[in-house]
C-alpha cells in the first residue's frame, strides 16, 4: 500500500492511496489530464503539456517509483508544474 500525492502548480493538488502502480500511473494521467483539459490551453498547448510534463511523471511511476517503494523508500518526481509525490503506507 502507498500513498500518491500530486500537485499541479497553481491549478489542483489531489492525493490517491492504493497498492497498484499502474492503476496510479491511470489515475494521476485522468485527473491531471482532466485539470490540463478544463485550463483553457489551446489543443497544441495541451498535447505538448501531456508529452512533456505528464507522460514522464506518469511513467516514472510505474518504474523509478515503483523500485522506491517496494524498497521502503518515498519517491518524487516534478516535470515543470507537476510534481508527484509516491509514500509507502506506514
Known amino acids: 500500500m502507498f ?15 492504493g497498492d497498484d502502480f499502474g492503476q496510479a500511473a491511470s ?19 495541451q498535447a505538448h503539456f501531456r508529452e ?9 511511476i510505474r518504474r523509478e517509483g515503483r523500485a522506491a517503494v ?3 523508500h518515498a519517491w518524487d518526481d516534478a516535470a515543470g508544474p507537476l510534481l508527484v509525490v509516491l509514500t509507502p503506507a506506514a
Do not use: I
Open 3 to 17: 500513498k500518491m500525492t500530486w500537485a499541479l502548480v497553481a491549478e489542483h493538488a489531489d492525493e490517491w492511496t
Open 27 to 45: 489515475v494521476l494521467n485522468e485527473k491531471v489530464g482532466a485539470a490540463v483539459a478544463g485550463s483553457g490551453m489551446k489543443p497544441e498547448a
Open 52 to 60: 512533456t510534463f505528464l507522460a514522464p511523471v506518469r511513467d516514472g
Open 70 to 72: 517496494e524498497a521502503g
